[in-house]
Protein backbone atom coordinates (compact mmCIF):
# COMPACT_ATOMS: atom_id res chain seq x y z
CA UNK A 1 0.00 0.00 0.00
CA UNK A 2 1.25 3.20 -0.87
CA UNK A 3 1.42 5.95 1.71
CA UNK A 4 0.79 10.04 1.46
CA UNK A 5 3.25 11.97 3.48
CA UNK A 6 -0.30 13.84 4.31
CA UNK A 7 -2.98 13.30 6.91
CA UNK A 8 -4.95 13.78 9.65
CA UNK A 9 -5.80 12.02 12.34
CA UNK A 10 -8.09 11.74 15.74
CA UNK A 11 -8.92 9.74 18.36
CA UNK A 12 -10.51 10.01 22.07
CA UNK A 13 -11.40 8.07 24.80
CA UNK A 14 -12.19 8.52 28.82
CA UNK A 15 -9.95 6.64 30.31
CA UNK A 16 -9.75 6.15 34.18
CA UNK A 17 -12.13 9.20 34.34
CA UNK A 18 -10.30 11.58 32.35
CA UNK A 19 -10.93 12.28 29.16
CA UNK A 20 -8.03 12.59 26.66
CA UNK A 21 -7.78 13.83 23.08
CA UNK A 22 -4.64 13.07 20.51
CA UNK A 23 -4.76 14.75 17.11
CA UNK A 24 -2.04 14.03 13.98
CA UNK A 25 -1.54 16.19 11.49
CA UNK A 26 1.58 15.87 9.11
CA UNK A 27 3.12 17.61 5.77
CA UNK A 28 5.85 16.48 3.55
CA UNK A 29 9.75 16.98 5.00
CA UNK A 30 12.46 14.57 3.41
CA UNK A 31 13.28 13.27 7.15
CA UNK A 32 10.87 12.59 10.12
CA UNK A 33 10.77 15.55 12.54
CA UNK A 34 7.91 14.98 15.15
CA UNK A 35 6.64 17.87 17.32
CA UNK A 36 4.59 17.38 20.41
CA UNK A 37 2.28 19.89 21.81
CA UNK A 38 0.28 18.98 25.22
CA UNK A 39 0.37 20.18 29.06
CA UNK A 40 3.63 20.76 30.57
CA UNK A 41 2.71 18.50 33.45
CA UNK A 42 2.23 15.71 31.09
CA UNK A 43 5.34 16.03 29.25
CA UNK A 44 6.90 12.70 31.00
CA UNK A 45 4.76 11.07 27.98
CA UNK A 46 6.62 12.83 25.32
CA UNK A 47 9.09 10.06 24.79
CA UNK A 48 6.95 7.24 24.56
CA UNK A 49 4.50 9.50 21.82
CA UNK A 50 7.39 10.08 19.72
CA UNK A 51 8.61 6.49 19.36
CA UNK A 52 5.00 4.92 18.84
CA UNK A 53 4.78 7.80 16.23
CA UNK A 54 8.44 6.37 14.92
CA UNK A 55 7.23 2.84 14.66
CA UNK A 56 4.41 4.06 12.54
CA UNK A 57 5.86 6.80 10.38
CA UNK A 58 9.43 6.74 8.44
CA UNK A 59 8.73 10.29 6.55
CA UNK A 60 7.10 14.12 7.22
CA UNK A 61 6.95 16.88 9.79
CA UNK A 62 4.35 15.15 12.18
CA UNK A 63 2.83 17.65 14.70
CA UNK A 64 1.04 15.81 17.61
CA UNK A 65 -1.55 17.58 19.55
CA UNK A 66 -2.45 16.13 23.13
CA UNK A 67 -5.66 17.38 25.27
CA UNK A 68 -6.38 16.16 28.78
CA UNK A 69 -9.46 17.40 30.45
CA UNK A 70 -9.77 16.72 34.33
CA UNK A 71 -10.39 13.79 35.96
CA UNK A 72 -14.30 12.51 36.57
CA UNK A 73 -13.00 11.46 40.47
CA UNK A 74 -11.19 14.70 40.85
CA UNK A 75 -7.44 15.05 41.24
CA UNK A 76 -8.22 16.37 44.95
CA UNK A 77 -7.90 14.24 48.11
CA UNK A 78 -9.52 15.68 51.53
CA UNK A 79 -8.53 14.57 55.14
CA UNK A 80 -8.56 15.64 58.60
CA UNK A 81 -5.52 16.87 60.21
CA UNK A 82 -6.29 15.07 63.07
CA UNK A 83 -3.41 16.58 65.34
CA UNK A 84 -4.91 20.07 64.57
CA UNK A 85 -8.42 18.87 64.89
CA UNK A 86 -7.68 17.30 68.45
CA UNK A 87 -5.82 20.32 69.60
CA UNK A 88 -8.82 22.51 68.54
CA UNK A 89 -11.11 19.91 70.46
CA UNK A 90 -9.36 19.99 73.37
CA UNK A 91 -8.67 23.87 73.60
CA UNK A 92 -12.35 24.29 73.59
CA UNK A 93 -13.22 21.89 76.49
CA UNK A 94 -10.90 23.19 78.56
CA UNK A 95 -12.23 26.64 77.65
CA UNK A 96 -15.97 25.35 78.35
CA UNK A 97 -14.81 23.72 81.42
CA UNK A 98 -13.13 26.67 82.71
CA UNK A 99 -15.70 28.63 82.18
CA UNK A 100 -18.35 26.22 83.07
CA UNK A 101 -20.12 27.23 79.77
CA UNK A 102 -22.72 25.44 77.35
CA UNK A 103 -21.68 22.19 75.36
CA UNK A 104 -21.83 23.46 72.12
CA UNK A 105 -18.73 21.60 70.38
CA UNK A 106 -19.97 20.46 67.10
CA UNK A 107 -18.33 18.91 63.61
CA UNK A 108 -19.51 22.35 61.98
CA UNK A 109 -18.12 24.14 64.85
CA UNK A 110 -14.45 22.34 64.53
CA UNK A 111 -14.46 22.69 60.68
CA UNK A 112 -14.40 26.17 61.09
CA UNK A 113 -10.88 26.61 62.05
CA UNK A 114 -7.87 26.82 59.91
CA UNK A 115 -5.99 23.82 58.99
CA UNK A 116 -8.69 21.19 60.20
CA UNK A 117 -8.28 20.00 56.59
CA UNK A 118 -5.76 18.71 54.63
CA UNK A 119 -6.32 19.24 50.79
CA UNK A 120 -3.89 17.48 48.58
CA UNK A 121 -3.70 16.98 45.23
CA UNK A 122 -3.51 13.35 44.11
CA UNK A 123 -0.32 11.68 42.77
CA UNK A 124 -0.15 10.71 39.11
CA UNK A 125 0.70 7.20 38.44
CA UNK A 126 2.96 8.57 36.03
CA UNK A 127 3.63 5.03 33.67
CA UNK A 128 -0.34 4.32 33.55
CA UNK A 129 -0.81 7.89 32.69
CA UNK A 130 1.47 7.53 29.93
CA UNK A 131 0.18 4.08 28.51
CA UNK A 132 -3.53 5.97 28.48
CA UNK A 133 -2.08 8.42 26.34
CA UNK A 134 -0.36 5.93 23.94
CA UNK A 135 -3.41 3.88 23.92
CA UNK A 136 -5.53 6.84 22.81
CA UNK A 137 -2.70 7.86 20.14
CA UNK A 138 -3.16 4.36 18.80
CA UNK A 139 -6.74 5.10 17.35
CA UNK A 140 -5.68 8.70 16.10
CA UNK A 141 -2.47 6.69 14.23
CA UNK A 142 -5.11 4.36 12.99
CA UNK A 143 -7.46 7.12 11.95
CA UNK A 144 -4.44 9.03 10.07
CA UNK A 145 -3.18 5.54 8.50
CA UNK A 146 -6.68 5.25 6.64
CA UNK A 147 -6.53 8.95 5.03
CA UNK A 148 -3.19 8.32 4.21
CA UNK A 149 -3.63 5.26 2.30
CA UNK A 150 -6.35 6.84 0.71
CA UNK A 151 -4.37 9.88 -0.56
CA UNK A 152 -1.86 7.38 -1.34
CA UNK A 153 -4.27 5.57 -4.02
CA UNK A 154 -5.07 8.64 -5.52
CA UNK A 155 -1.20 9.62 -6.13
CA UNK A 156 -0.37 5.96 -7.13
CA UNK A 157 -3.09 5.81 -9.75
CA UNK A 158 -1.94 9.49 -10.80
CA UNK A 159 1.64 8.60 -11.50
CA UNK A 160 0.24 5.01 -13.11
CA UNK A 161 -1.37 7.30 -15.51
CA UNK A 162 1.32 9.43 -15.85
CA UNK A 163 3.70 6.21 -16.59
CA UNK A 164 1.24 4.95 -18.89
CA UNK A 165 1.93 8.06 -20.85
CA UNK A 166 5.50 8.00 -20.67
CA UNK A 167 5.27 4.27 -22.22
CA UNK A 168 3.13 5.13 -25.37
CA UNK A 169 5.64 8.60 -26.01
CA UNK A 170 8.36 6.11 -25.89
CA UNK A 171 6.60 3.67 -28.36
CA UNK A 172 6.32 6.62 -30.58
CA UNK A 173 9.98 7.35 -30.40
CA UNK A 174 10.98 3.62 -31.03
CA UNK A 175 8.57 3.71 -34.65
CA UNK A 176 9.81 6.98 -35.43
CA UNK A 177 14.06 6.14 -34.85
CA UNK A 178 15.04 4.31 -37.70
CA UNK A 179 13.22 6.48 -39.85
CA UNK A 180 15.31 9.42 -38.76
CA UNK A 181 18.54 7.59 -40.24
CA UNK A 182 17.02 6.94 -43.72
CA UNK A 183 15.35 10.32 -43.82
CA UNK A 184 19.07 11.83 -42.95
CA UNK A 185 20.12 9.12 -45.87
CA UNK A 186 17.79 10.45 -48.28
CA UNK A 187 18.68 14.24 -47.72
CA UNK A 188 22.08 13.69 -48.21
CA UNK A 189 21.42 11.70 -51.37
CA UNK A 190 19.52 14.80 -52.65
CA UNK A 191 22.01 17.33 -51.52
CA UNK A 192 24.92 15.50 -52.96
CA UNK A 193 23.10 14.93 -56.33
CA UNK A 194 22.71 18.42 -56.24
CA UNK A 195 26.07 19.72 -55.77
CA UNK A 196 27.67 17.06 -58.25
CA UNK A 197 24.88 17.15 -60.68
CA UNK A 198 25.89 15.31 -63.56
CA UNK A 199 28.89 13.47 -61.56
CA UNK A 200 27.87 10.04 -60.66
CA UNK A 201 27.26 9.68 -57.00
CA UNK A 202 29.70 7.62 -54.70
CA UNK A 203 27.01 5.07 -53.05
CA UNK A 204 29.34 4.15 -50.19
CA UNK A 205 30.35 7.10 -49.16
CA UNK A 206 26.64 8.25 -48.42
CA UNK A 207 26.74 4.64 -46.66
CA UNK A 208 29.39 5.80 -44.48
CA UNK A 209 28.53 8.90 -43.65
CA UNK A 210 24.75 7.38 -42.67
CA UNK A 211 26.28 4.89 -40.36
CA UNK A 212 28.16 7.66 -38.80
CA UNK A 213 24.90 9.66 -37.93
CA UNK A 214 23.14 6.82 -37.19
CA UNK A 215 25.62 6.39 -34.35
CA UNK A 216 25.03 9.53 -33.62
CA UNK A 217 21.89 9.61 -32.92
CA UNK A 218 20.96 6.18 -31.64
CA UNK A 219 18.56 5.85 -28.76
CA UNK A 220 18.34 2.43 -28.83
CA UNK A 221 20.05 1.82 -25.34
CA UNK A 222 18.50 4.60 -23.63
CA UNK A 223 15.05 3.56 -24.71
CA UNK A 224 15.96 0.34 -23.16
CA UNK A 225 16.94 1.23 -19.87
CA UNK A 226 13.64 3.63 -20.12
CA UNK A 227 11.78 0.85 -20.65
CA UNK A 228 13.58 -1.18 -17.48
CA UNK A 229 12.59 2.06 -15.40
CA UNK A 230 8.95 1.93 -16.29
CA UNK A 231 8.58 -1.65 -15.26
CA UNK A 232 10.87 -0.86 -12.33
CA UNK A 233 8.26 2.03 -11.69
CA UNK A 234 5.11 -0.17 -12.15
CA UNK A 235 6.76 -2.91 -9.89
CA UNK A 236 7.59 -0.32 -6.92
CA UNK A 237 4.39 0.86 -6.85
CA UNK A 238 2.59 -2.77 -6.63
CA UNK A 239 4.65 -3.62 -3.40
CA UNK A 240 3.80 -0.78 -1.58
CA UNK A 241 5.48 0.26 1.38
CA UNK A 242 8.19 2.99 2.20
CA UNK A 243 9.42 3.87 -1.32
CA UNK A 244 9.39 7.66 -1.58
CA UNK A 245 13.39 8.39 -1.36
CA UNK A 246 13.55 4.67 -3.97
CA UNK A 247 11.13 6.63 -6.58
CA UNK A 248 12.96 9.78 -5.76
CA UNK A 249 16.38 8.06 -6.71
CA UNK A 250 14.44 5.79 -9.83
CA UNK A 251 13.19 9.45 -11.50
CA UNK A 252 16.74 11.00 -11.27
CA UNK A 253 17.02 7.75 -13.74
CA UNK A 254 13.94 8.83 -16.02
CA UNK A 255 15.64 12.04 -15.97
CA UNK A 256 19.14 11.53 -17.51
CA UNK A 257 17.64 8.78 -19.79
CA UNK A 258 14.84 11.43 -21.28
CA UNK A 259 17.82 14.05 -21.35
CA UNK A 260 20.37 11.53 -23.52
CA UNK A 261 17.18 11.43 -25.90
CA UNK A 262 16.86 14.82 -26.50
CA UNK A 263 20.44 15.86 -27.08
CA UNK A 264 21.11 13.00 -29.27
CA UNK A 265 18.06 13.21 -31.41
CA UNK A 266 17.59 15.89 -34.49
CA UNK A 267 14.27 15.23 -35.68
CA UNK A 268 11.34 17.49 -34.53
CA UNK A 269 8.63 15.03 -34.36
CA UNK A 270 10.69 13.09 -31.73
CA UNK A 271 11.99 16.45 -30.10
CA UNK A 272 8.04 17.34 -29.49
CA UNK A 273 7.65 13.25 -27.93
CA UNK A 274 10.87 13.56 -25.55
CA UNK A 275 9.48 17.45 -24.62
CA UNK A 276 6.44 15.47 -23.55
CA UNK A 277 8.12 12.64 -21.87
CA UNK A 278 10.08 14.89 -20.09
CA UNK A 279 6.76 16.95 -18.86
CA UNK A 280 5.33 13.82 -17.94
CA UNK A 281 8.37 12.95 -15.80
CA UNK A 282 8.34 16.60 -13.96
CA UNK A 283 4.88 15.83 -13.18
CA UNK A 284 5.79 12.10 -11.48
CA UNK A 285 8.77 13.67 -9.58
CA UNK A 286 6.25 16.63 -8.37
CA UNK A 287 3.26 13.20 -7.03
CA UNK A 288 6.47 11.23 -5.67
CA UNK A 289 7.27 14.31 -3.00
CA UNK A 290 4.14 13.50 -1.39
CA UNK A 291 4.54 9.55 -0.90
CA UNK A 292 6.55 7.78 2.28
Given at each position: ????M ?26 L ?78 SR ?75 L ?49 N ?24 S ?29
Amino acid sequence: MVKSMTGYGRGEAVLRGRPITVELRSVNNRYLDCTVKMPRIYVFAEDAIKSRVQAHISRGKVDVFVTIGPSESGDISISVNKPVADGYYKALCELRDSYNLRDDISVSLLSRFQDVFLVEKTQEDLEAMSADICSVLELALKDFDAMREREGEKLRQDVESRAKTISALTGKVEERAPGIVADYRARLSAKMAEVLQNTQLDESRILTEAAIFADKVAVDEELVRLRSHLSQLEHMLNQGGILGRKLDFLIQEFNREANTIGSKCSDLETAGYVVDIKAEIEKIREQIQNIE
